[in-house]
């Protein structure tokens, strides 16, 4: 009897990352022959470096909180996401080798904290199910023949295929290997692709001699707020009192306010970034589009003003021959003290005796609403994730298959999909590439005049 591999079709999948992979093993493990092209010397060179070299693999937050993370491209995963789950992929990772911790947030790592023993659970896997992989080897296009794609161009010649999945990541971390090559290869076949903006990346201010002054603080439990406008415009009483934006429960901001959330941050030479400013730097970057945009940080949103000008007032009449520099030393970093004076109009020297009401009033002002204009984001190639894409209407949720071309289909990063940090992104990747991969070793079959070994598992 004939050998199933011997007769199997040929999938080509292109990109050997975190969807690249996932994709590659189940197309095999499907009963595909595989082929897996990596253009950089190594696979999994995103992954070793996510998580600060961690790999936060996905989260342990159910379904119907895991949508939202992705906003509108949400909707678009849910078919993925029933297919290949988290507890799907920690019982592949277990396989493995790989055992699995939650944190805070709850953020998923590998219990070794180490993103490296990640790529060898999917070396191992591509391994068992005898995936051949290419490295050094770039697609220059795909080969298109009445309607279908029928292979890929290499530099070397062309190789034929059944299927061909594009897994080749976005444009972000351009030395993993991530250069907007699978946005070019998606385009040459007549597929949309929605406009590149950087996603998770520090944003840059108008008020540099400011933001060095504060250069390396870290702050934590404090409020960002997102609006269009100019520092003077903005009126603080429209600071809300809730986290609102993309994955905070529905809840929408009211203009101008584009995002608010709290949680931690870090003051930078040339502005702000940290977990706070990278969840809220897709929605500035969209907004900046239109317009000016800036930042109010809330030093203290537990207390509101009245709450704040009382404590204040408190401190100012105990230690009333106590320079004002002391007494702002109780409610802030050492190195915001000095330059949050100088922005309330308060010589720092001053004794808290003879401050005003009016100079009290202007510095709860401040510590509620410090101020920066926003002139851009990083460069595209610093941000974690990249936002654009394949444009999701040209692709069959349910199977990752393109509308466009047959025999085409796309994982991961390169479709318009993108989330906040806390493993989402990587959950997507996994899952999509799964589903990709098992839809094309299902079509690569058909292709032969045969069903797959495991045919209920494949959508007709």
Partial sequence: MTDW????????????GAAGMMAAGRAAEAGARVLLLEKTERPGKKILVSGKTRCNLTNTRELPEFIPMYGAAGSFLRAAFHRFFREDLLVLLRRYGVETKAERGGRIFPVSDRATDVVEAFRRYLDEHGVELVTRQRVLSLVRREGAVTGVMTAGGTLPADAVIVAAGGATWPATGSTGDGFELARGVG??????????VPLVVRETVLAKSLQGVNLRNIRLTAFRGIPGDFDPAFIPDRDVGRGTGGRKARRPVIESRCGEMMMTHFGIGGPVTLLMSLAVVKALEEGPVSVALDLKPALDYRQLRARLQR??????????????AGLLPRKFVTPL???AGIPPDKPANQVTAAERDRLVTVLKSLCFEITSSLPMATAIVTAGGVSLPEVDPRTMASRLATGLYFCGEVLDVDADTGGFNLQAAFSTGWVAGESAAAYAARRHGHAPPNPELFLS
């Fill in 315 to 328: 401190d100012l009449d105990a230690h009333g021959k106590r320079q004002c520099r002391g007494i702002l």
């Fill in 5 to 16: 591999k011997e007769t199997a079709g040929m999938v080509i999948v292109i990109g050997a």
């Fill in 341 to 343: 004076a100088a922005q």
């Fill in 191 to 200: 597929h949309r692709i929605e406009k590149l903006r950087p996603a998770l």
